[in-house]
């Protein structure tokens, strides 16, 4: 090691107790590394070191390190990083994350740190500092101990955050770093946390008729411990009824219930089938919390989802309304950012409305898309999604002096929405208040707000390929380049199907290509999605047992 590097010479004995396995190429991807937890030991190291190395480079400031799969399968895990104000990390880093977990030898990886420190000219003298959570998987305590592992050798204070959902440690983060400054976002503590959201909730639906007690589907992963603690905090404010809370079964997580389970399915996880009555609200959290999904009964006893487009649709009209009414329409601009998944309806919908741009999918996608307008909502239809202001927007409410009482309660209500929005990263939780003020606030049930719009009906079908980074695409992920070939092919089947519209892309968080397909009726979206998956299969050479099967 070169001698700057003096004081980090437990580098390589560390490194030689997590080495990398040789069959596995590591990819830095949707969100951060993903894969099997059992492979996972030499990642985690050397996610230590480059948590170490991105602090440096930011002057000491605190990086966050959350080790979760979120809505993927128990066995699997992941990790990733959260850049100082609780965004995702820095695109440019992803490489250097990329090189480390992939360098061969302790010989490689310590080439690699020293090429990243020259890179990206980081002055090793200075501090650095990492806050870290997991979720509730079984593999978390060695994957932790590994990076705990990492954080040693690079020197770095860490501060353990315990087992949190995601929102709470991207929260962490933004809090540390502001502390005491005049962007100060809350207190750096995960009681601050629920502490600023109920506060926030209780102003907002202060002299308002109580909602009927709402169920909650915690997938059995981590959502459930944030929601027995913020529950008394409540009070009565909102009854929460959690169901699947059972964090310590093994095989639990995500499995039958959670928001995937419900938009991939687009059923009630069967936990709630004799619990949710005609007409009641229920959601679900992912393994993680960062995603939400509704639905109800509706009278004929059929199953109504309320996806991310749903809530986007809700929450931008209540945000568009109150500025209205705060008489601040000519000062802020609300536009709303949507993924190819968005269903067309939901697309029409907003956009006859607002301003609305279709970007990648990827969390980091949207929300550097929403930062360019003055109030950016954006929302997957998976239920990933968030509402930003600007600090000019926060700066024009701070400022704007009401005159009339209406424009005055618009204001606070406005006001306390920048408190009860986690504005660092969609949030089950703070999501599921925002819906529920709206919700208050309109004198809605899920029928009315279901009847914003009638969603197209639409099929997500997902192909075992033996080489998914063989599909590419461009246009917001709307037209494959690659393979060559087949986006013609599918375009050509989309033209006989009415209302039709389909798209390809390789998942970043599981080994599957996904195809999405909608159309003006149910049983030609089915067909249309096994068709698309029928090419695909063709095309690739898939794993025979999910070569789709139906209209073949
Ligand atoms: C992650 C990302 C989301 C993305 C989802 C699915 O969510 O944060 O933005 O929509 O993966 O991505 P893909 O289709 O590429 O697999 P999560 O909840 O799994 O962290």
């Given at each position: 090691?070169?001698?700057?590097?003096?004081?980090?010479?437990?580098?390589?004995?560390?490194?030689?107790?997590?080495?990398?396995?040789?069959?596995?190429?590591?990819?830095?991807?949707?969100?951060?590394?993903?894969?099997?937890?059992?492979?996972?030991?030499?990642?985690?190291?050397?996610?230590?070191?480059?948590a170490?190395?991105?602090s440096?480079?930011?002057?000491?400031?605190?990086?966050?390190?959350?080790?979760?799969?979120?809505?993927?399968?128990?066995?699997?895990n992941?990790?990733?990083l959260?850049?100082?104000?609780g965004?995702m990390?820095?695109?440019?880093w992803e490489?250097?994350?990329?090189?480390?977990?992939?360098?061969?030898?302790?010989?490689?990886?310590?080439?690699?740190?020293?090429?990243?420190?020259?890179?990206?000219?980081?002055?090793?003298?200075k501090?650095?500092?990492?806050?870290?959570?997991r979720?509730t998987?079984?593999?978390?305590?060695?994957?932790?101990?590994?990076?705990?592992?990492?954080?040693?050798a690079?020197?770095?204070?860490?501060?353990?955050?315990?087992?949190?959902?995601?929102?709470?440690?991207?929260y962490?983060?933004?809090t540390?770093?502001?502390k005491?400054?005049?962007d100060t976002?809350?207190?750096?503590?995960?009681?601050?946390?629920?502490?600023?959201?109920?506060?926030?909730?209780?102003?907002?639906?202060?002299g308002?008729q109580p909602?009927?007690?709402?169920?909650?589907?915690?997938?059995?992963?981590?959502?459930a411990?944030?929601?027995?603690?913020i529950?008394?905090?409540?009070?009565?404010?909102?009854?929460?009824?959690?169901?699947?809370?059972?964090?310590?079964t093994?095989?639990?997580?995500?499995?039958?219930?959670?928001?995937?389970?419900?938009?991939?399915?687009q059923k009630?996880p069967?936990?709630?089938?004799?619990?949710?009555?005609?007409?009641?609200?229920?959601c679900?959290f992912?393994?993680?919390?960062?995603?939400?999904?509704?639905?109800?009964?509706?009278e004929?006893?059929?199953?109504?989802?309320?996806?991310?487009?749903?809530?986007?649709?809700?929450v931008?009209?209540?945000?568009?309304?109150?500025?209205?009414t705060?008489?601040l329409?000519?000062?802020?601009?609300?536009?709303?950012?949507?993924?190819?998944?968005?269903?067309?309806s939901?697309?029409?919908?907003?956009a006859?409305?607002?301003?609305?741009?279709?970007?990648?999918?990827?969390?980091?996608?949207?929300?550097?898309?929403?930062?360019?307008?003055?109030?950016?909502?954006?929302?997957?239809?998976?239920?990933?999604?968030?509402?930003?202001?600007?600090?000019?927007?926060?700066?024009?409410l701070?400022?704007?002096?009401?005159?009339?009482?209406?424009?005055?309660?618009?204001?606070?209500?406005?006001?306390?929405?920048?408190?009860l929005?986690?504005?660092?990263?969609?949030?089950?939780?703070?999501?599921?208040?925002?819906?529920?003020?709206?919700?208050?606030?309109?004198?809605?049930?899920?029928l009315?707000?279901?009847?914003?719009?009638?969603?197209?009906?639409n099929?997500?079908?997902?192909?075992?390929?033996e080489?998914r980074?063989?599909f590419?695409?461009?246009?917001?992920?709307?037209?494959?380049?690659?393979?060559?070939?087949?986006q013609?092919?599918?375009?050509?089947?989309?033209r006989?199907?009415?209302?039709?519209?389909?798209?390809?892309?390789?998942s970043?968080?599981?080994?599957?290509?996904?195809?999405?397909?909608?159309?003006?009726?149910?049983?030609?979206?089915?067909e249309?999605?096994?068709r698309?998956?029928?090419?695909?299969?063709?095309?690739?050479?898939?794993d025979p047992?999910?070569?789709?099967?139906?209209?073949?």
């Open positions: 090691m070169s001698n700057q590097f003096q004081h980090y010479q437990e580098i390589p004995r560390l490194a030689d107790a997590h080495p990398k396995l040789s069959h596995i190429r590591y990819q830095y991807g949707t969100a951060g590394f993903r894969t099997l937890g059992s492979v996972l030991d030499s990642v985690l190291f050397r996610v230590g070191i480059l170490g190395l991105r440096k480079k930011l002057d000491g400031k605190t990086i966050g390190v959350m080790v979760t799969a979120s809505h993927n399968p128990e066995d699997d992941g990790v990733k959260v850049d100082p104000r965004e990390l820095e695109a440019s490489a250097h994350a990329s090189t480390l977990a992939n360098a061969a030898t302790t010989s490689d990886l310590i080439e690699a740190i020293e090429a990243i420190v020259r890179f990206a000219k980081i002055d090793l003298s501090p650095a500092r990492v806050v870290y959570g979720d998987r079984p593999s978390g305590p060695a994957l932790v101990a590994s990076l705990r592992d990492g954080l040693a690079i020197r770095a204070e860490p501060r353990d955050a315990g087992i949190v959902t995601t929102p709470i440690l991207h962490l983060v933004r540390i770093n502001t005491g400054t005049k976002y809350g207190d750096d503590s995960e009681e601050g946390y629920y502490e600023k959201l109920s506060g926030a909730f209780k102003r907002l639906v202060a308002k909602l009927p007690p709402l169920i909650v589907d915690c997938a059995n992963g981590v959502g411990d944030a929601i027995s603690k529950s008394p905090q409540l009070g009565d404010s909102l009854k929460l009824i959690p169901h699947n809370t059972a964090t310590s093994p095989g639990a997580l995500n499995n039958l219930c959670g928001a995937d389970y419900v938009k991939t399915l009630l069967p936990s709630l089938a004799n619990h949710l009555k005609i007409g009641q609200r229920g679900s992912d393994g993680d919390a960062d995603r939400l999904m509704y639905f109800y009964i509706d004929r006893n059929q199953f109504r989802m309320l996806d991310g487009d749903k809530i986007a649709a809700l931008a009209g209540f945000v568009v309304d109150l500025i209205k705060a008489g329409e000519s000062d802020v601009k609300v536009g709303v950012v949507q993924t190819a998944y968005a269903n067309g939901s697309t029409k919908y907003l006859e409305r607002l301003p609305v741009r279709c970007v990648p999918t990827g969390v980091k996608h949207l929300h550097h898309a929403a930062e360019r307008f003055d109030i950016g909502v954006y929302f997957e239809a998976n239920g990933h999604g968030t509402v930003l202001f600007s600090t000019g927007t926060q700066e024009t701070a400022h704007h002096e009401p005159s009339t009482p209406a424009q005055s309660t618009a204001l606070n209500h406005l006001l306390n929405l920048t408190q929005i986690n504005q660092s990263v969609g949030d089950a939780i703070s999501d599921m208040l925002l819906v529920e003020v709206v919700l208050a606030h309109r004198l809605y049930s899920g009315e707000w279901d009847s914003l719009y009638v969603d197209l009906p099929r997500l079908v997902k192909v075992i390929v080489d980074h063989a590419q695409t461009e246009d917001a992920e709307r037209q494959l380049v690659s393979p060559k070939g087949l013609g092919k599918i375009d050509d089947l989309v006989r199907y009415d209302g039709g519209r389909s798209f390809v892309r390789p970043g968080t599981e080994d599957v290509v996904r195809v999405y397909a909608e159309a003006a009726i149910k049983s030609q979206a089915d249309l999605a096994f698309v998956a029928g090419l695909v299969y063709d095309e690739a050479g898939g047992s999910s070569r789709p099967k139906e209209f073949l």
